[in-house]
């Protein structure tokens, strides 16, 4: 690639995950002795200067010389001129239903390294079956959900899986411990991307039958046990209930991707719950979920979902996302407790937990994890030909990488607790 390209460019700048984006390059370059070039962008100049200005203050660094592009994604020709001046492409625009296709185009079009954080899985999947071969082809990475969906899920099962050779680990039960003393809400963003895959949600069968036949030829029975919509769980108190269903589809993907290329390597299932205080905060969240997924089948009430997310989310999502102090107030705790057997002698059980601690997960962590997996593609596979290029999940990527190492010298806790 030209070294007269930024090392990244930041797109979605102005938006709520854009701004921790770029607030924590600009200390990934001042704390670690780093000298990354990037520049920002998205479509209003005067928001992108704002954000600057407050990250500026923020930090206490002067953020007025930092380049911006701008792009619209309506534009064709403003994507391919903002990615063709990328090494790597940070994306934090959604809905990724909506805007991420023609982007990836662009990324492919001007030979660019692409990541997202999207949870969408009509997306990820679709863009996967259509477009691997070109960025194969090209030795391009294009990958999906890279931030708290679903790094620490996929990437955690992956590490898991590596610990001993002798160990095969065939389930995983992930618990998701969010902690936010002061309050917090959601940014719409999210929610608009959770809308969209709820409307096309009849889309995904055909999408993912084409995804099956065209990668995942050998066919495997997965373990799985099944989930509980109450469940008490080994790590913290209280109730945990299912989580949203990506981390498990990529955690899929990325496992039978493994074994299509070794059928030695066998993959281990994924169930995953998320912690609320109490029963009634669980029949909260059901009545919600279930209201958004009713009025969403109409464009009349669907519109109302959009204009007032807050009144049909009991406040969880909200146009200014979450303050500040509540976001620096916030950590999360996350245990993946694998289980199965010694491979020369499978009557012998194993267990094995993978404990991964950081800050506010939704937006700070979650950038953190995007950036890194930036950071491994620009430093460890690109031009190296490691023969995993393509539109691929992050576990398939960075398997023999130091994106372990990497994240937790940003300050993610990433280790294992028992291992039995």
């Not at 940070?90 to 990836?104: D, E, M, Q, S």
């Not at 996929?154 to 995983?172: A, H, R, S, W, Y």
């Not at 281990?268 to 089948?297: C, D, K, Q, T, W």
């Not at 939704?362 to 620009?378: E, K, M």
Request: proline fraction near 4%; aromatic fraction near 12%.
């Amino acid at each position: 690639m030209s070294t007269e390209r930024y090392d990244f460019v930041i797109y979605g700048a102005s938006g709520y995950t854009g701004y921790y984006c770029v607030k924590n390059l600009l200390k990934i370059n001042t704390e670690k002795n780093k000298n990354y070039t990037f520049a920002v962008a998205g479509r209003n100049e005067e928001k992108i200067k704002q954000t600057l200005k407050e990250i500026g203050d923020d930090l206490k660094q002067d953020t007025s010389k930092i380049s911006i592009i701008l792009a619209n994604a309506d534009s064709k020709d403003s994507l391919v001129k903002m990615t063709g001046k990328a090494k790597v492409l940070v994306t934090v625009v959604g809905p990724y239903y909506l805007y991420g296709r023609p982007l990836v185009e662009a990324c492919l079009e001007t030979s660019t390294h692409y990541v997202d954080i999207s949870g969408e899985a009509q997306f990820t999947e679709g863009i996967q079956t259509d477009f691997y071969d070109q960025a194969r082809e090209k030795g391009l990475y294009i990958i999906s959900s890279c931030g708290f969906d679903s790094i620490p899920a996929d990437v955690g099962c992956v590490f898991l899986k590596d610990q001993d050779p002798n160990v095969e680990i065939k389930t995983v039960d992930g618990y998701i411990n969010a902690h936010n003393p002061k309050g917090f809400k959601i940014n719409t963003g999210t929610f608009f991307s959770l809308l969209e895959s709820l409307k096309n949600y009849k889309e995904l069968k055909a999408i993912r039958n084409r995804m099956f036949d065209k990668f995942y030829k050998k066919k495997i029975t997965i373990p799985d046990t099944g989930m509980k919509i109450l469940h008490r769980a080994p790590y913290g108190e209280g109730i945990y209930t299912p989580f949203w269903p990506i981390d498990r589809a990529v955690c899929k993907r990325t496992q039978l991707f493994f074994y299509n290329e070794d059928e030695s390597d066998k993959p281990l299932s994924l169930r995953e719950y998320m912690h609320l205080p109490s029963v009634l905060h669980v029949f909260g969240l059901l009545m919600a979920v279930s209201s958004i997924f009713f009025f969403n089948l109409f464009s009349f009430t669907r519109s109302l979902l959009k204009k007032y997310p807050a009144c049909f989310t009991f406040g969880l999502f909200g146009s200014n996302g979450p303050t500040k102090k509540q976001v620096e107030a916030s950590t999360f705790e996350f245990y993946l407790v694998g289980k199965g057997n010694k491979k020369n002698d499978p009557l012998v059980s194993v267990s094995k937990t993978l404990y991964i601690k950081g800050p506010e997960l939704a937006y700070d962590c979650t950038s953190l994890f995007l950036l890194n997996a930036g950071l491994v593609i620009l430093e460890e596979l690109d031009g190296k030909n490691k023969g995993n290029s393509g539109v691929v999940t992050p576990g398939y990527a960075f398997r023999k990488t130091k994106y372990v190492e990497k994240i937790r010298d940003l300050g993610v806790e990433w280790k294992i607790v028992d291992n039995k």
